[in-house]
């Protein structure tokens, strides 16, 4: 069935495209249509801050991909979610606001991505943000006139989050007031995507406001089978819902915003990918670009639990009567311990003072769990806290790569995890930065002993092996379909246009070049404001060029 004509086709309502669409059809003038493979997020344990390990394994919600075992993890698959649902991961996520830090956006610029720096990304960022926060008299005030909420939750966060900064001052480490933007060392309290208590995921912040307008057309249920060509130009895209296919043609450009791991494996279906891959899976070569799905990063973080001597949010999620109380309180106020993500304390620290740079950060959660059948965290009962670290920026490399020429088969994804040297030792710096915050006067003397690994696990070769046996992805693929400067070290330009083919972009963290140093939500977003703002640029320059060819 043929579909109508649009603009823009979007593909992907995640955090990338709610954040892209918004911007395209705001004068309008563009008609869009936007695609997402999930179903609604209006649902309970989305919307409620700690619903987060509930969603963590639910299918509907979710595309529940398995990486393939990896050698370096004792031949572990680790499970890698990512979100089937209007928001995407943005959805389902732990709604920590990290942007990154100065040099990661610089280190873009070098790798080919022009007008990628920190100076021109900063603007963008402070375009999307609302912060939410306290006023030097207590009051809540906002900061900011964007459409993405960002909150300061510090008032409600368990009082055990507190030893946690205390600690962090006996490491040396600074505090800060706004962790969101900090671009040096510093440890504070999480800020999070959260609006008067309930997720502000980038559907709440970008699609809402944008589906009230009448060039805006979203179809959910919708599973893009491949874009569709004229020679080197992507013309529109073939997807289905249900047992219905529908071919839908775009006027000015297709946008994949599927995702690091989905974006590269729609590119592979539509035959622009290795043409050696593609022939060998009977797939037409559209276009021979082989760096399609190469260059996947991830931060890769190990945990450590303890028993607390004081209490700690296990006192209230881990027993059923103040678990009661704590959610009547949430529907009455929406405020407390259901209204708080699990993240709460953390930050950027340097693992050696010798280092200029921060390379690691870290997550201080006032909360110890066990992993249920289901593979839903399940708190303890006894008062307990978790430490955990990841190195910054992990320099291994992995990749994304279709299995058949079935869309429906999920990719394989190869992480590579410890590939390098440098990788190995960051992993031996991270549980070396546990261990020294743990070993604090602030939080020893609150502590009666560790849970895991195992307190009699203290060689550093053991708790390296205990590393490769626990250490999981912190859900942060990136650089799939990465900028850069030609298509031999990359997939796009840095105006995100698909090298040798028009008319096709990918704007998603697929995209960046690297991984940045901490959560990849917020430069998702951010990338795609200024993706949309390049993409408007572009048509009005060819609209201008037609105007002209006409006028002479």
């Not at 670290?389 to 590579?416: F, H, T």
């Not at 090298?499 to 991984?515: K, M, N, Q, W, Y």
Request: net charge positive; proline share 5%; with cysteine.
């Amino acid at each position: 069935m043929v579909d109508a004509s649009y603009d823009y086709i979007v593909v992907g309502a995640g955090s990338a495209g709610c954040a892209l669409v918004e911007r395209l059809t705001r004068d309008g003038k563009m008609r869009v249509l936007l695609l997402e493979a999930g179903g609604s997020d209006r649902r309970f344990w989305i919307k409620v801050p700690i619903g987060y390990g509930v969603n963590f394994t639910n299918p509907r919600l979710n595309w529940s991909y398995h990486a393939e075992p990896d050698a370096a993890l004792d031949g572990r698959s680790m499970y890698w979610p990512r979100g089937k649902v209007i928001g995407g991961s943005s959805s389902i996520n732990a709604m920590a606001y990290m942007r990154g830090l100065p040099h990661d956006f610089d280190d873009w610029e070098n790798a080919g991505a022009k007008d990628w720096s920190w100076v021109s990304v900063l603007p963008a960022y402070q375009r999307m943000e609302r912060h939410l926060e306290r006023g030097p008299d207590g009051k809540r005030q906002e900061r900011g006139d964007g459409l993405l909420s960002i909150s300061d939750l510090s008032d409600q966060m368990n009082p055990f989050s507190a030893r946690f900064l205390a600690a962090a001052q006996d490491c040396g480490w600074a505090s800060c007031q706004d962790l969101s933007a900090v671009t040096e060392e510093a440890v504070g309290y999480y800020r999070s995507t959260v609006r008067n208590g309930l997720r502000c995921s980038a559907a709440d912040a970008f699609l809402a406001p944008a589906c009230r307008r009448d060039t805006l057309r979203v179809v959910t249920n919708a599973v893009v089978e491949k874009v569709t060509f004229d020679g080197k130009r992507a013309m529109g895209l073939r997807y289905r819902v249900g047992d219905q296919s529908f071919d839908v043609a775009a006027g000015r450009e297709v946008i994949l915003c599927a995702g690091a791991v989905n974006s590269p494996k729609l590119l592979q279906l539509s035959g622009v990918a290795s043409a050696r891959m593609l022939r060998g899976l009977g797939i037409a070569v559209h276009h021979d670009l082989p760096e399609v799905g190469q260059g996947l990063q991830d931060h890769l973080a190990i945990s450590h639990l303890f028993r607390a001597t004081a209490p700690t949010l296990n006192n209230t999620l881990g027993r059923f009567l103040p678990r009661m109380l704590a959610g009547l309180r949430y529907v009455a106020t929406r405020r407390g311990p259901l209204a708080v993500p699990v993240n709460q304390v953390g930050g950027y620290v340097r693992s050696r003072p010798e280092y200029a740079r921060p390379d690691m950060q870290i997550y201080c959660n006032p909360l110890s769990y066990q992993s249920g059948a289901d593979g839903k965290p399940v708190p303890d009962h006894a008062p307990g806290y978790l430490l955990s670290a990841q190195l910054c920026r992990p320099d291994s490399r992995g990749e994304i790569m279709i299995r058949s020429s079935d869309p429906r088969d999920a990719p394989l994804i190869r992480a590579n995890s410890l590939a390098t040297e440098h990788d190995r030792d960051g992993a031996r710096r991270a549980i070396e930065v546990i261990d020294r915050l743990a070993a604090t006067p602030t939080l020893s003397t609150r502590t009666s002993r560790r849970l895991v690994p195992d307190p009699a696990i203290t060689d550093r070769d053991d708790l390296m092996d205990d590393f490769r046996a626990r250490a999981s992805t912190v859900f942060h693929p990136t650089s799939t379909c990465r900028m850069g400067r030609t298509a031999k070290d990359s997939v796009l330009d840095g105006r995100l246009r698909v090298h040798g083919v028009t008319g096709l972009r990918v704007v998603d963290s697929s995209a960046f070049p690297a991984v940045t140093s901490g959560n990849t939500n917020a430069p998702t977003m951010m990338l795609a404001i200024r993706a949309a703002e390049m993409i408007l640029e572009d048509a009005a320059t060819k609209d201008n060029e037609r105007v002209m060819c006409h006028a002479t």
